[in-house]
Structures are given as structure tokens and as C-alpha cells.
């Protein structure tokens, strides 16, 4: 069978053509650990939502309050813009009604940039331009540009080239040289502006480069980083030369989105095609899968959406193409299993063979085992004959000295030291012979009970007798009376310890059964 799926994996991979270099196939791995816990990483992401609001709806209206709903609303920007706005505009509401002017222009200040991503462009610049820059408090003067910038930006999106799009394109490179001044030069912020500058001026070679050269410093700013990312794999997405360049900021992209719970259909779906075509098919379909069937509503959903017609269409080919290459290799196994059929059979035979033997083995093995008991049964007899005579001769002494005779030793036999003596004798020999027979047998024993029930032997070679009942019984042994008479307990008592034994076993109906098959 090895060899059968040796040949299917070498066929399947001659198919598909698979080639990344190898940084992408590190990166492909950690994609597909993103891509097993998505679920358990957007639950993660839900359930930080959910405490927060808990929160915020827990708290009386006031500060506390008010900054718990900002920061609800700019988690929500990234997935979810109405939520965001809602959000925003519940802080809005509440900073207004405490008179705090501050808080309310800043408020302002991020809700206005987001009306345009939903159609409402006049408005948001008509309300932005009515903020006079130089009125506002120094704190928020860089949250200023910033909405400058992003209001500027995203109104000229849908517009063609011409007038419109160009003033703003400038208004938007003048904001970005307004906000540089409130970034110290060793700033991570500010080598990042200056290639979105870059960007902004149509100058793609130079905004890549910087946006690379940055892309080490926005470790903890996820969206800049994101944009980054897009920006530089949006560079080489058409240079052949480059393809594994495009493939791995594509990779860094989904990464770094999934990592935080994020799906994006605009970020997976290129990623999707870009591994299809490179032969990595069922990370590709996944990625296709999740971008066609999760909608996007972040702030960037309007502008960035991907086909999903077409990327449907390529996701139905791939597997229209998957299923023929799992015809083929259907194929090639029925040509190698019939290749093989005569060799199965020639196996088959074989084993046949040395089943037969192996059974032979069974039989003589059993009869070696039924001999061995009935050897220990003998001896065992033979072991009670000679405590037996034993006896005997202790009442022989026993009737001379009541006759008169040696009137010391009459008195030790009276009380039974000779035989007691030699009964102890007989068990510390019985007993060290049976532990060198049988090493495991305790062991086995014990597996035989309950967990919680089981036996301590004690250190030594000196059994309990109720241990020394389980060795005669192993022996085959399993007559109550004699078990009495050898062990020189009552009857009752020898019942006592076997439905003690028997109570502690997990199989209580075969106890004794299984007992006899220790080796």
C-alpha cells in the first residue's frame, strides 16, 4: 500500500505543479494555521465585542462611558462601518451632553472621514470645511489632518481623472505634509506618510520601496500595516518576474488580517488565485471559499469589493479540474492494483500458511499449558499428602506422651509448636517458589480488579492469605476444603476471602476463569 500512495502523491504532484519558493512555504504554513482556527480567532474577536458592550450598556452616561463607545466604534471601523458609526455617534451624543468640547470635536473628527464611504461625500466635506484648524486645541490638531487626509482621499475614489479628482488628490497630499510636522523624525508614522505621499503623487516605484522599508516599523498599527502590504503586492501583481514577490506580501497580507480575526473577501481572493495557480489548490479553494461567502462590511468594502462572480467561476473550475485529476489518479490505482493482484494473492496464500501454523502453535502451547497444571496439581497433592502425614505423626507423638513418655515434649506437641512450625515451613517454601514461577503474577492479578480495588503486596516473599488462596486457585486449585484444610483456616473463612477477591474484580463472573489464564 506504501508504494501505491507513494506513486499517487508523485502523479498528483506532477499534475499540479506546485512551486513556492521556500519563505512562501513558511509563510503557507502559517496561513494554514490561520485558516484551521478562523473560527476560533473571529469568536475570540466577537467575544472582546461582546464584553465591551457589556460594559458600556453597565455604565451610567459620563466619561467612562463615552471613551468605552469611541473605542467600541474604532474597533468596528476595521469589520463592521455602521456599527461603527452608530457607536461613534452614541459618544458624540453623550460628549454633547456633558459639555465636553474637546471630546466632542474629536468625536467629529473621526465620524466625518466615514460618510463618504457611504455615499455621503457633499455633507462630509461641507461640515469638515466649516472646522476652523486653528481654533482647535493642540491635542487635536493632528486628529484634524488626519480626518483631512481620509476625507480628502476617499471622496475622489469613485471619480474618474479630471479636475474633481485632482484638487482633492492635492488637498490630500497638503494634509499629509500638515500632519509630518506633529511626528518626530524618528517617527515609524512618518516614513509611512511619506510613501502614501509617494502614492498620492502616482509615483508607484518609489511609494513600493517605502512602503517596504516601512513595513518593519507597523508591527503595532495592523491597518497601516495592511495597507502597506497591499500596496507593495498591488506593485508587482503584473511582473512576472516577481511573481514570488507578489505572492509573499499577499501571504503577509491574509496572515495578518486572519491573525486578528479579520475575514476580507478583497484580501483572500486574489491570495486564493495567486495559490491556485501556483498548484496549492486546497489552500487556495479554502481562501477562495471563505472571500465569496463572507460578506465585508469594514470601511474599505465600497471601494476594494472583490468579483465574486468571477472568483465563483474559478472556484467552480478548480474543482471541475480537481475532480479530473482525482479521475486520473483513480485510474492509476486500478492499474496498479491490477499489477498488483497477483502478488496480493501470493501474500494472501502465504499468510494462509502461517496461519495454519500459528494455530499448530496455539495447540501445542495449550497442551504444554494443561500439562503444566496438571504437573502443579500433582505436586501440589503430593504437598498435601505430606502435611497429611505430617499430622499424623504429630498424634502419633502426641498418644506416647500421653502415655508417660517425655512429658516436656508432650507438652510442646500439645500446643501444636512442631506442626505450626513446620506448616510455616511448608508456606515460606510455597511461597518463594510460586513468586519464582510465576514473577508477574501479582501484577496481572491486579489488572484482573478494580482500579481502586487492587492488592498491595507486601515487600518480600511472605504472601496474606488471601494472595496465597489466588496462587492455589491459579494452580488450579479451587477446592474450598482443601484450601481450609491446607491453609488451617475454617471453611468459612476461605469463603470470606474468595468473595472478597471476587467483589473486587471487574469481570466477577469469569474472575476465576481469567485467574487460571495468567501465565
Not at 469568536?43 to 462611558?65: D, T, V
Request: net charge neutral.
Amino acid at each position: 500500500m506504501k508504494y501505491i500512495i507513494s506513486i499517487i502523491l508523485m502523479f498528483a504532484a506532477g499534475i499540479a505543479s506546485a512551486r513556492l519558493d521556500e519563505c512562501n512555504l513558511r509563510l503557507l504554513d502559517s496561513l494554514n494555521i490561520c485558516l484551521e482556527r478562523v473560527d476560533e480567532l473571529r469568536e475570540m474577536r466577537a467575544q472582546q465585542y461582546r464584553q465591551l458592550k457589556r460594559e458600556y450598556r453597565s455604565l451610567p452616561r459620563g466619561l467612562r462611558r463615552v471613551e468605552l463607545a469611541f473605542e467600541i466604534g474604532q474597533r468596528h471601523i476595521i469589520d463592521d462601518i455602521d456599527s461603527a458609526v452608530v457607536y461613534l455617534n452614541l459618544a458624540y451624543s453623550d460628549a454633547r451632553q456633558l459639555e465636553d468640547k474637546e471630546m466632542t470635536e474629536r468625536l467629529k473628527l473621526r465620524l466625518l472621514p466615514l460618510l463618504p464611504y457611504s455615499g455621503i461625500t457633499k455633507e462630509a466635506i461641507d461640515h469638515f470645511e466649516e472646522i476652523e484648524p486653528e481654533q482647535l486645541p493642540p491635542a487635536l490638531k493632528p486628529d484634524y489632518w488626519r480626518a483631512a487626509i481620509e476625507i480628502y482621499h476617499s471622496v475622489q475614489i469613485p471619480y474618474p481623472k479630471g479636475p474633481f479628482k485632482t484638487t482633492y488628490l492635492r488637498k490630500t497630499l497638503t494634509a499629509i505634509d500638515s500632519l509630518l510636522q506633529y511626528y518626530p523624525k524618528d517617527s515609524n508614522i512618518r516614513p509611512y506618510l511619506n510613501a502614501y505621499s509617494f502614492y498620492i503623487e502616482n509615483q508607484p516605484d518609489l511609494a513600493a520601496a517605502h512602503f517596504v522599508s516601512t513595513i518593519p516599523t507597523l508591527k503595532g498599527h495592523p491597518e497601516l500595516l495592511d495597507f502597506a502590504y497591499k500596496m507593495v503586492a498591488d506593485h508587482y501583481k503584473n511582473k512576472p518576474a516577481h511573481r514570488q514577490t507578489h505572492i509573499n506580501y499577499l501571504l503577509h497580507r491574509a496572515i495578518n488580517t486572519l491573525s486578528q480575526g479579520l475575514v476580507r473577501a478583497e484580501t483572500l481572493a486574489p491570495l486564493g488565485e495567486a495559490l491556485i495557480k501556483e498548484g496549492y489548490t486546497s489552500a487556495g479553494k479554502e481562501c477562495l471559499t471563505l472571500a465569496i461567502e463572507t460578506p465585508d462590511a469594514s470601511y474599505t468594502c465600497s471601494y476594494d469589493a472583490p468579483d465574486r462572480a468571477y472568483y465563483s467561476q474559478l472556484l467552480n473550475s478548480t474543482v471541475r479540474s480537481t475532480r479530473r485529476i482525482e479521475l486520473s489518479i483513480i485510474a492509476v490505482i486500478l492499474c496498479i492494483i491490477i499489477l498488483l493482484a497477483s502478488v496480493i494473492v501470493h501474500t494472501r496464500k502465504k499468510e494462509a500458511r502461517c496461519e495454519a501454523e500459528l494455530e499448530n502453535s496455539r495447540h501445542l502451547v495449550k497442551e504444554l499449558t494443561d500439562e503444566s497444571l496438571r504437573t502443579n496439581h500433582t505436586l501440589i497433592s503430593l504437598t498435601f499428602l505430606s502435611l497429611q502425614q505430617i499430622r499424623e505423626y504429630n498424634i502419633h507423638i502426641l498418644r506416647k506422651l500421653k502415655a508417660g513418655q517425655v512429658k516436656d515434649l508432650y507438652a510442646d506437641v500439645e500446643k501444636g509448636l512442631f506442626r505450626q512450625t513446620l506448616q510455616e515451613k511448608f508456606f515460606e517454601e510455597f511461597d518463594s517458589n510460586f513468586l519464582e514461577d510465576f514473577p508477574g503474577f501479582f501484577d496481572k492479578l491486579n489488572e484482573l480488579l478494580l482500579p481502586d480495588r487492587r492488592l498491595t503486596v507486601a515487600p518480600g516473599t511472605s504472601l496474606t492469605p488471601e494472595l496465597r488462596i489466588a496462587a492455589f486457585m491459579r494452580l488450579g486449585v479451587n477446592d474450598s476444603a482443601k484450601l481450609a484444610q491446607v491453609l488451617n483456616l475454617s471453611l468459612n473463612t476461605i469463603y470470606t476471602y474468595r468473595n472478597r477477591l471476587r467483589g473486587r474484580a471487574a469481570d466477577r463472573e469469569n474472575f476465576e476463569r481469567n485467574i487460571m489464564k495468567i501465565i
